[in-house]
């Protein structure tokens, strides 16, 4: 048995910020390889004469940094312990009043189709959850989605998800590299092109994937899982 951590990261999250979707995004990583990952990203920085406290984000992605965050998104493809999923929810046609819930009862089932695949009792692991800090709901948010995952899992004593924190991303540098893919996959999935830089990398990614970042792959797709959720209407 081993402990997994997930480092989680979103996307046009808000309900009223005028973007068509939501993406949730997910790294698993073994617990005890995580410093290793820190320790390349650092690596990284230095060899690129960036300071080693530089946070790693889609938002800071520009054309004089773009060959730096190429080589951050090389740490992630040829690392074979890392993996990560998203969900690309629609934010279109949402009739939460039809299904008798709240924008935030439909974030926890999005977070649930996120991980459903990730956070397994029959694998004998032990799941941890980290995710970005937001907002100042974030506490209670993340309690009530500890609950809401554990108890679709039917995990009531918490024995394999044991643990979902929130953490602060410019501490932690895999939840950074999570915010990075999920930014790229928020852009492919909104078919933007403003930026020269930010393409670089999506080409990259669909490059070495095989796949499009805005189309749901197969489930048993490890390495780069992309679910596209659209409501029932």
Known sequence: MSIQNIYCDESCHLPNDGKPVMVLGAIICPKDHARDVADSLRQVRARHGLSPHLEIKWGGVSPSKVDFFLDVITVFLDDPQLHYRAVIASKQSLQHDVFDQTHDDWYHKMYYQLLRHLVTSSSGDRFRVYLDIKDTKSAERI???????????RDF?????????????????????????????????????DSTAKVKLIEMLQTHTGRALDKTTWLSERKFNIFVWEPQV
């Open 143 to 153: 309690r009530t989605l500890h609950d809401v995952l554990c108890n679709k899992m």
């Open 157 to 193: 004593s918490h024995e394999v998800l044991e643990d979902l924190q929130v953490l602060r991303s410019h501490e932690v540098g895999l939840i950074q590299l999570t915010d990075l893919l999920t930014g790229a996959v928020s852009y492919a999935a909104r078919h933007l092109q």
